[in-house]
């Protein structure tokens, strides 16, 4: 009996250790001390180097960084990496990338970590499984592409801010950490139009026509671009200014308006502007704020077409003169170009070599009024042409499809939910996006992929209100039976 009772004890004790062992608490202490450790050697080995200063940094905030990581992922790094994103280009890493790539690696690597410790996950929306088939027919398309290597980079691109945006579809979300990142993403659209303020006011970065173009070294960032990183923060502070009731809050969204307005003016982008408008537009109409809205806009507008009117309307004018700064001669050839692949495209990746192929065969192409500013090598300055071309019909039809369901993945947020107009924001940004994409290549920016991604945030947010979105994964009753008989 005697050796029965410590055979029973010893297996209790067992089962302790080995529910205590498997805790996420436990497992993340102990990567914090290894990793602890690992920095600290680093920093005497390396001390006095810049090297050894960074190794340093990381034992003192690493640790803590680390645990809010694998605690809470969208805090941080999401929370920067939202913020980080207006500046994409300017912040490369040698060879690597850029900054923002890094923080999306790790974002990635964060969410993992979460959803595998806590077995607990949200059913995605369909819009997910939408994306899916551009993304597998872009990685097939390599097999028949004019040069399958020109199109290895944007292939592998596109499948990294997927897979994160995949991630993220599956996510829980509460109320408190989806205003956290809501704020980054604002905060993200405030930095940006803040320092393209500053270098304008400076006369430094401004082109010719007097754009501005943020550089950093050898680095810049294209004004189209810069605009329409503007686009998703512009909705979410017009929303909040209308939708709050305390003045603090208010006069914050105000503020942010204007400094993220000047930024998307001093850009002069176009395509920017009309999406831009078209947003305000649907907010207007679907919103219960409309007459705040609408005298919102009206007085913003006034004031921009006052300080920078004569610059914007100059830029209209010229639409017709310059065929859309070359767009309308790039789309003929293009025009030709998918006449060529019409089904499945000449391969992703590969735009600019379908297009000097069919560069000579366009029969006006002597005439200079028509198709100016066409060149060899050129961008396709459109979504829809981008994807003609490279994934022919078959991908044009899948790209229009999931935008639609993207734009359906909010239709979960009734008029009474708190989200509501959280919805009619990113379902404008959604829009503006598309209309940016019409006239700018915007398929593997981050930003366009960062609009899809709060919208999944949003969506996971209500679905957390209404409860019962939530599932568990196998290992999670395991867990539970140990430790109860432990």
Not at 304 to 330: K, P, S, V
Request: glycine share 10%.
């Amino acid at each position: 009996m005697l050796s029965s009772a410590r055979r029973a004890s010893a297996f209790a004790t067992a089962g302790r250790v080995r529910a205590t062992l498997g805790s996420p608490g436990v497992l993340i202490s102990a990567m914090l001390v290894v990793l602890c450790v690992l920095a600290a050697f680093g920093a005497v080995a390396l001390a006095g180097t810049k090297t050894g200063m960074a190794l340093a940094l990381l034992v003192a905030v690493g640790p803590v960084a680390i645990y809010v990581a694998l605690t809470a992922p969208l805090i941080f790094p999401f929370g920067l990496f939202a913020i980080m994103v207006p500046f994409d280009n300017l912040m490369t890493i040698h060879s690597f990338g850029t900054i923002t790539k890094l923080l999306a690696i790790c974002c990635a690597v964060a969410l993992a970590a979460r959803l595998f410790v806590t077995r607990r996950y949200v059913v995605p929306d369909k819009a997910v499984l939408a994306w899916l088939p551009l993304v597998l027919l872009a990685i097939a398309s390599l097999a028949w592409a004019i040069d399958p290597m020109n199109g290895v980079t944007n292939v592998l691109s596109l499948l990294e801010l997927f897979l994160l945006y995949s991630l993220l579809s599956f996510m829980p979300v509460d109320r408190k950490t989806l205003g956290f990142v809501i704020v980054a993403v604002i905060a993200g659209g405030i930095l940006a139009g803040s320092y393209g303020a500053y270098l304008f006011h400076r006369g430094v970065d401004v082109t010719q026509d007097a754009r501005l173009v943020v550089q950093s070294g050898e680095q810049s960032i294209d004004p189209n671009h810069f605009a329409a990183a503007l686009l998703l923060p512009l909705a979410l502070t017009l929303i909040a200014f209308v939708e709050s009731r305390r003045i603090l809050t208010r006069a914050f969204s105000l503020g942010a308006l204007g400094l993220i307005g000047v930024g998307l003016l001093l850009a002069g982008s176009r395509g920017a502007l009309v999406a831009a408008a078209v947003m305000v537009v649907y907010m207007t109409i679907r919103s219960r704020k409309r007459m705040a809205l609408l005298f919102l806009t009206i007085g913003g507008g006034g004031i921009g077409l006052a300080a920078f009117g004569q610059h914007i309307l100059g830029r209209m004018n010229q639409i017709g003169e310059t065929g859309g700064a070359g767009r309308f001669g790039i789309w003929r050839v293009a025009a030709v170009a998918f006449s060529r692949h019409p089904f499945l495209g000449s391969g992703a990746g590969n735009f600019s070599n379908a297009y000097n192929d069919a560069f000579l065969s366009v029969p006006a192409f002597a005439s200079m009024r028509i198709v100016e500013g066409a060149q060899w090598s050129t961008a396709p300055h459109s979504n829809i042409i981008w994807v003609a071309v490279e994934l022919g019909a078959v991908g044009l039809g899948i790209l229009l499809y999931a935008w639609w369901m993207q734009y359906r993945s909010l239709r979960s947020i009734g008029e009474t939910s708190q989200l509501y107009p959280l919805r009619i924001a990113i379902e404008a940004a959604l829009i503006g996006q598309f209309v940016a994409g019409l006239f700018l290549g915007t398929l593997n920016y981050k930003y366009l992929w960062l609009t899809f991604m709060i919208a999944m945030i949003v969506r996971n947010a209500e679905l957390d209100t209404k409860g019962g979105s939530l599932r568990e994964g196998v290992v999670s009753p395991l867990l539970q039976t140990a430790a109860r008989r432990s």
